[in-house]
């Protein structure tokens, strides 16, 4: 049994807990009969009122001390103009848990959400949910509903999922499902892509905001894009259609056509009006992939949408109408080098770039290989039934150790004319196209390179997302690390910038307010790098 007091915070009920008279003692009242219970004993109940009932809310204070001795009651009173107005009941409610002091460690806290009107049942519940209120939710009842007996029944509800054996291993399959859907139901083994999909699967539930899958060309970034479309629509978070754009043939007088639509006699062959891309994505997804290449006139068209929600078609002069469009966006391009050569819009970059996912290239999930290739094999088995099943141990060795810089797409080519000209179930090196037949192919591990202080703390800013100021400037202060240290980590911050020391910060995840406190700091430590170098 709990050791901590129990505490109730609810609502005074206008009409279930009032009643001034002997015949109250043979109604059920819910504030009342949840102090009846030999079973449940409470140390204190905070019961909040409106001004209008507080001779209600002093009987029943007065009713609890009699047949609950021990309990206290400490009553709140809210002004509310409107107990329905679903703003106003959560702006109180939510001051009240804000100014309230709990000690969870101390005290058990059961929220009752029984009384007063179902938008402060609503509100109580998100605020709980929330864990503005720390505690579990009661509910009350009489024991019969044509009984209206004082004492009645509780059930206690914890909000914390978790503890349900049932409804967790629920939630982990469903989980497993979501992240299967995204890897296209291969089980990857590399723990980047394995971190970067359940990143992905928790976006796809809770977010609507754009989307940017970065990576080089041939990772699957279209197929990523078309998943979390997929994902997004079972958990109904769109209902409408995946339009894929092209963004490098958005050329000439068509492009806006393409994009917004256009109107009957707007120009030459118009002969009726034709929706746009995003009025076809409306209610569902829109993925621009290539953004990189798109021209800086449709860049700034893109933008006024992306603000507005609003379609101006070709051929008039005033927007027709809004959709609701889900945007993701992918690009093989350096954006932030784009902006310093004035090619893309950095106020576009930062409407796209609110959830960003870098996609690994290939050569970085070696683990993966073999399981991509089974994959593929299979798949393309299963539609031509081919002979070839599998490869040789030496085969798949060259596989992995190859550099892959076409990726995925390049790989699946392979295997797709591995499978084609094969002639035996296991496939031997001889088979596989020159480029792989001739690197110097060896069973043994390949040795890396041993990682040095600068490549962990440029994993933990760059792929881990830490800031600087949490993850590098704390242990240089405590003299952790030295300064040759701090100037390797820049050092490969620039180049990957190409000597840009504002892309280093926000590579960095530094606010764009704390570029010059990071130069400062790095002129003051003699930590500056130079950056001609790089460029």
């Given at each position: 049994m709990d050791p901590r007091p129990t505490i109730v915070i609810g609502l005074l009920g206008s009409v279930l807990d009032s009643g001034f008279h002997q015949e109250r003692w043979n109604k059920w009242r819910?504030?009342?009969?949840?102090?009846?219970?030999?079973?449940?004993?409470?140390?204190?109940?905070?019961?909040?009122?409106?001004?209008?009932?507080?001779?209600?809310?002093?009987?029943?204070?007065?009713?609890?001390?009699?047949?609950?001795?021990?309990?206290?009651?400490?009553?709140?009173?809210?002004?509310?103009?409107?107990?329905?107005?679903?703003?106003?009941?959560?702006?109180?409610?939510?001051?009240?848990?804000?100014?309230?002091?709990?000690?969870?460690?101390?005290?058990?806290?059961?929220?009752?959400?029984?009384?007063?009107?179902?938008?402060?049942?609503?509100?109580?519940?998100?605020?709980?949910?929330?864990?503005?209120?720390?505690?579990?939710?009661?509910?009350?009842?009489?024991?019969?509903?044509?009984?209206?007996?004082?004492?009645?029944?509780?059930?206690?509800?914890?909000?914390?999922?978790?503890?349900?054996?049932?409804?967790?291993?629920?939630?982990?399959?469903?989980?497993?499902?979501?992240?299967?859907?995204?890897?296209?139901?291969?089980?990857?083994?590399?723990?980047?892509?394995?971190?970067?999909?359940?990143?992905?699967?928790?976006v796809a539930i809770y977010a609507k905001e754009p989307i940017l899958l970065m990576g080089p060309t041939g990772v699957g970034k279209s197929q990523l894009a078309r998943r979390i479309f997929e994902l997004k629509k079972s958990r109904h978070q769109v209902g409408g259609a995946f339009v894929e754009v092209n963004c490098a043939t958005l050329r000439g007088d068509a492009a806006m056509s393409a994009l917004f639509g256009h109107v009957k006699g707007s120009f030459t062959g118009a002969y009726r009006d034709k929706p746009g891309k995003l009025e076809i994505a409306d209610t569902g997804t829109v993925f621009l992939d290539e953004v990189g290449e798109m021209t800086l006139r449709m860049q700034g068209l893109l933008l006024r949408f992306l603000e507005t929600g609003e379609l101006q078609k070709v051929g008039t002069d005033r927007a027709t109408g809004v959709v609701d469009v889900r945007v993701i966006s992918a690009t093989n391009r350096k954006l932030e080098d784009l902006i310093t050569q004035g090619q893309f819009r950095d106020d576009l970059f930062y409407r796209l770039n609110v959830i960003h996912v870098s996609v690994p290239p290939l050569r970085e999930r070696k683990l993966d290989i073999p399981l991509l290739v089974e994959a593929a094999l299979k798949q393309f088995n299963r539609a031509n039934g081919y002979v070839v099943r599998d490869l040789d141990p030496e085969a798949m060795q060259a596989l992995i150790e190859y550099a892959w810089p076409g990726n995925v797409r390049e790989l699946q080519n392979v295997i797709e004319r591995l499978v084609v000209t094969g002639r035996s179930e296991i496939a031997k090196i001889d088979d596989l196209p020159p480029e792989l037949r001739h690197q110097k192919v060896s069973l043994r591990p390949v040795k890396e390179r041993r990682r040095t202080i600068a490549d962990v703390l440029y994993k933990r800013v760059v792929q881990d997302r830490e800031s600087f100021w949490t993850a590098v400037y704390p242990l240089y202060m405590n003299r952790e690390i030295t300064k040759a240290n701090v100037r390797d980590l820049v050092g490969k911050g620039l180049e990957e910038a190409r000597g840009n020391y504002k892309i280093v910060a926000r590579l960095f995840n530094m606010e764009a307010r704390d570029y010059k406190k990071f130069l400062n700091f790095l002129r003051k430590h003699e930590c500056q790098v130079p950056f001609r170098e790089y460029r």
């Open positions: 819910p504030t009342v009969s949840l102090c009846q219970h030999s079973n449940l004993p409470i140390a204190r109940v905070e019961l909040i009122y409106l001004k209008p009932h507080e001779h209600i809310a002093r009987c029943v204070a007065a009713d609890i001390e009699r047949v609950s001795p021990r309990t206290q009651v400490r009553l709140t009173m809210q002004e509310l103009k409107n107990p329905w107005d679903f703003e106003e009941v959560y702006g109180s409610l939510h001051d009240f848990a804000r100014d309230y002091t709990f000690h969870p460690d101390d005290e058990d806290y059961l929220v009752h959400i029984t009384t007063g009107t179902h938008v402060q049942q609503i509100c109580l519940f998100l605020l709980t949910e929330s864990r503005h209120f720390p505690a579990r939710l009661v509910q009350t009842s009489p024991v019969e509903p044509k009984h209206r007996g004082p004492e009645g029944k509780y059930s206690i509800i914890d909000l914390d999922l978790s503890q349900y054996d049932r409804i967790a291993a629920r939630f982990q399959r469903e989980a497993k499902d979501a992240a299967s859907l995204l890897k296209s139901g291969i089980e990857t083994r590399n723990p980047q892509f394995n971190s970067l999909i359940e990143q992905i699967e928790h």
